[in-house]
C-alpha cells in the first residue's frame, strides 16, 4: 500500500491509499479522483491520465517506456521531465509519499488518439 497525494489543477490535494499492484491511474479511478479521465482504461492508448509528477519524484520512478513517450506527445503541454502516464506506474511500497499534478485539462480521448476509418 502506498500514499499518494493527487493535487488538482486548482490546487485540491486528494491524499489516498493505494494498494500494491494497481496502477497510479487505477488508484485515481477507484477513489473518485477528478483530473484523470483514463478514457483507454490503462492500456497506454490515450493520454488523458497524464500528470505532472513532483520533481523530488522524477528521479525515483522507472524510466518511461517508448510507447508512454509516444503517447506524451498528445497530451495537454506535456513536460519533458515532468509528466507522466499515470497508467504505466505501477505501485509499489516505494511510491509511498508520491505527488502527481494534473494538468488544466486532459487533451485528447482515445478517439482522437486512432485513426478514423471511413464509413464508420
Known sequence: MAKITYIEFNGTPHEVEVPTGLTV????????????EADCGGACACSTCHVYVDPAWIDRLPAKEA???????FAWQPD????????????????????????????LTCTDCMPIREGA
Not at 25 to 36: C, L
Not at 93 to 104: K, N, Q, S, T
Open 25 to 36: 491511474m487505477e488508484g485515481a479511478r477507484d477513489n473518485g479522483i477528478p483530473g484523470i
Open 80 to 107: 519533458p521531465e515532468k509528466s507522466r502516464l499515470t497508467c504505466q506506474l505501477k505501485v509499489t511500497d516505494a511510491l509511498d509519499g508520491l505527488v502527481v499534478r494534473m494538468p488544466e485539462k486532459q487533451n
Open 67 to 73: 510507447m508512454e513517450e509516444d503517447m506524451l506527445d
